[in-house]
């Protein structure tokens, strides 16, 4: 498995951040902190997203580091064929275009061919569009998944947790900030900063 390039985690032992960095040093010190703290549980996540990360902290730092997954490398391109080389079929293998199967009503498939460049170019130019133009509401929207998703890990058992997550998917930072203000600081504050707020 592997990481992408620039991966930052953020680890709390129970409700009070730890360690926050480069995936490698949030590991260290995760396993620097449980080595010293036994009986205090430890959650790591990804500190965008907020998925949870599973470290298995058994045996020295180096061990432990040694398992985590390694940094993805970067996408080579793809080589020109050598002479004699048996060319490739339709596509475009260097800009990374990939074949999949797309099911359109008869209709659609009418109106794709006769657009300039056909079916292919036409779908690209559409999805193209609809990222620009969905590109802040979906930002928005994973903001507010990942919030929600730290939030039930960590505080889903707090005071005001259902009104603070009706405030989050509302887009209502004022009656978020209110509604977790007596939570725990690092939790809010890292709460507040995936929800797009500030404390």
Same mark, same amino acid.
Not at 3 to 13: G, K, M, Y
Not at 17 to 37: I, N
Not at 136 to 143: F, G, I, V
């Given at each position: 498995?592997?990481?992408?390039?620039?991966?930052?985690?953020?680890?709390?032992?129970?409700?009070?951040?730890?360690?926050?960095?480069? /995936?490698?040093?949030?590991?260290?010190?995760?396993?620097?902190?449980?080595?010293?703290?036994?009986?205090?549980?430890?959650?790591?996540?990804?500190?965008?997203?907020?998925?949870?990360?599973?470290?298995?902290?058994?045996?020295?730092?180096?061990?432990?580091?040694?398992? =985590?997954?390694?940094?993805?490398? /970067?996408?080579?391109?793809?080589?020109?064929?050598?002479?004699?080389?048996?060319?490739?079929?339709?596509? !475009?293998?260097? =800009?990374?275009?990939? @074949?999949?199967?797309?099911?359109? =009503?008869?209709?659609?498939?009418?109106?794709?061919?006769?657009?300039?460049?056909?079916?292919?170019?036409?779908?690209?130019?559409?999805?193209?569009?609809?990222? !620009? /133009?969905?590109?802040?509401?979906?930002?928005?929207?994973?903001?507010?998944?990942?919030?929600?998703?730290?939030?039930?890990? =960590? @505080?889903?058992?707090?005071?005001?947790?259902?009104?603070?997550? !009706?405030?989050?998917? @509302?887009?209502?930072?004022?009656?978020?900030?209110?509604?977790?203000?007596?939570?725990?600081?690092?939790?809010?504050?890292?709460?507040?900063?995936?929800?797009?707020?500030?404390?």
């Amino acid at each position: 498995m592997n990481l992408p390039a620039a991966t930052t985690w953020i680890a709390f032992a129970e409700q009070c951040c730890v360690a926050r960095g480069e /995936a490698r040093d949030v590991a260290a010190a995760v396993k620097a902190f449980v080595d010293g703290h036994p009986q205090v549980p430890v959650a790591v996540f990804d500190a965008v997203s907020s998925q949870p990360v599973e470290l298995d902290l058994r045996g020295s730092v180096a061990a432990v580091l040694k398992r =985590l997954p390694t940094p993805a490398p /970067a996408a080579p391109s793809a080589p020109d064929p050598s002479p004699g080389e048996t060319p490739r079929g339709p596509g !475009r293998p260097k =800009l990374g275009v990939v @074949a999949r199967e797309v099911t359109l =009503l008869p209709r659609h498939w009418d109106w794709l061919a006769s657009q300039p460049g056909g079916a292919s170019v036409a779908l690209r130019k559409l999805v193209e569009s609809a990222q !620009r /133009a969905r590109a802040a509401s979906d930002r928005q929207r994973e903001a507010a998944e990942s919030a929600y998703r730290f939030m039930h890990a =960590l @505080a889903g058992n707090a005071a005001g947790f259902e009104e603070a997550s !009706r405030a989050l998917f @509302a887009g209502d930072l004022v009656r978020l900030q209110a509604q977790v203000a007596a939570w725990p600081r690092d939790v809010r504050m890292h709460l507040l900063e995936l929800a797009g707020g500030s404390t």
